[in-house]
């Protein structure tokens, strides 16, 4: 058995996983870091070429609801623990189509945790089986109040449903066969290498490309924003220091309206193109609302800072400002991305390409 530590981290590829891989693969040079991801719509290795040679790191296509394979992967590279962000993340796409849901995010991290729980008994690794999942599990708020780890489970959406379902067999597993599990629930990420499916990157695309900014219902819901780098760090903290059995709620204290924030964007997009201030703002398109459109989530995350001492460091402005000069830069990625099956996803939800 090799001494060095070893973590498997589930969707890689994905927008969090790659910023979770990269962080882990530059600051543990001692450690072996493998990205297991099926590569599905959302997963795309050019998010890793600056990391894909480095000596630490492997990857292994693979889907988690393969058992056998999750276990073969976990012995071939004498893996310690899991970091488990693969899934179907979309709210959309999940109304469109919940089944796929069910069994990526509900058999997938049930079959992970099986995998692994078999994979202990016969090696006797004692590693940590963390699950990374969503404020979205405790469903909405009103104008007022935060989620606190005790807030209860209502989830709202086919996503968010298979996301609380998955945790409470994350927590089943710590009661049942006592592996030590440790989940976090965190609200709206953005950032470099974000699917053009979520809002964010979304909008910048199509303030780019000039077309319709489709703003569901009166743009009233709010949401609360996180750097995704910010995230990749309280996930690695969480991963070394968090307790087994518990639950950690990361937030980005950055809570924004989704109209002022399209706003924002579009004058952000003016000045960095050179566009007329106001330019982009007029191509802001109210459309039907999304169905059971969940109004405000904030989060408290004075658990993670008072236990271990996280805090967003980014400010959203520099944050969103940096986010878009990420995708002004990297046009060949958003091009590749968009292609094919992006086109009919974009005409079946919103109407037109
Ligand atoms: P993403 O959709 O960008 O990436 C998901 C990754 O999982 C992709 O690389 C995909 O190929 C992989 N994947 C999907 N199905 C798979 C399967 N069956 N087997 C193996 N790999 C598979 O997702 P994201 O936005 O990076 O989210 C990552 C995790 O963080 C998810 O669990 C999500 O619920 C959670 N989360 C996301 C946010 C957010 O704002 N994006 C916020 C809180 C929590
Ligand atoms: O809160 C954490 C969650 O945040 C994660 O668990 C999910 O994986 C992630 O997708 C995200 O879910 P949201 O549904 O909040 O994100 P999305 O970017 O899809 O939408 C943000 C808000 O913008 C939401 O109120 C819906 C609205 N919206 C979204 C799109 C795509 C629009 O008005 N128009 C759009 O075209």
Request: net charge negative.
């Amino acid at each position: 058995m090799s001494s060095t530590h070893a973590i498997l981290v589930t969707g890689g590829a994905g927008f969090i996983g790659s910023h979770v891989v990269r962080r882990l693969v530059r600051r543990y040079p001692t450690y072996k870091i493998v990205n297991y991801d099926a590569l599905t719509y959302a997963g795309n290795l050019d998010n890793l070429t600056d990391i894909s040679s480095a000596s630490n790191y492997a990857f292994e296509k693979g889907d988690i609801n393969d058992m056998d394979h999750v276990v073969r992967t976990l012995h071939k590279h004498n893996i310690n623990g899991i970091i488990h962000l693969a899934a179907e993340s979309h709210v959309d796409r999940s109304i469109e189509d919940p089944l796929s849901f069910v069994r990526t995010n509900v058999l997938g991290t049930t079959s992970m945790l099986e995998a692994f729980r078999r994979y202990r008994k016969d090696t006797g690794i004692e590693g940590k089986f963390y699950h990374v999942s969503t404020d979205e599990v405790y469903g909405e708020l009103g104008d007022t109040g935060y989620f606190t780890e005790k807030t209860p489970y209502s989830p709202r959406s086919p996503y968010s449903a298979s996301k609380a379902s998955s945790d409470h067999f994350v927590r089943a597993y710590h009661a049942t066969y006592g592996l030590p599990v440790v989940i976090s629930n965190c609200s709206n990420n953005y950032g470099p290498n974000q699917f053009p499916e979520k809002l964010i990157p979304l909008m910048i695309h199509n303030i780019r490309k000039g077309i319709p900014l489709p703003v569901y219902g009166e743009g009233a819901n709010i949401r609360d924003w996180l750097y995704v780098e910010d995230h990749a760090e309280a996930i690695d903290l969480i991963y070394h220091e968090g307790r087994p059995g518990e639950t950690y709620n990361i937030g980005g204290d950055s809570e924004w309206k989704n109209i002022d924030l399209v706003r924002t964007l579009c004058k952000l997009m003016d000045e960095k193109t050179g566009r007329l201030l106001g330019s982009s703002e007029e191509l802001i398109h109210f459309v039907k609302d999304r169905a059971g459109h969940d109004h405000r989530y904030a989060i408290d995350f004075s658990k993670l800072k008072n236990e271990l001492g996280w805090t967003p460091a980014a400010d959203f402005i520099e944050g969103l400002s940096k986010t878009i000069d990420w995708y002004l830069a990297n046009d060949a990625w958003v091009e590749r991305v968009t292609d094919g099956s992006y086109k009919e996803y974009y005409e079946r939800q919103y109407g037109e390409k």
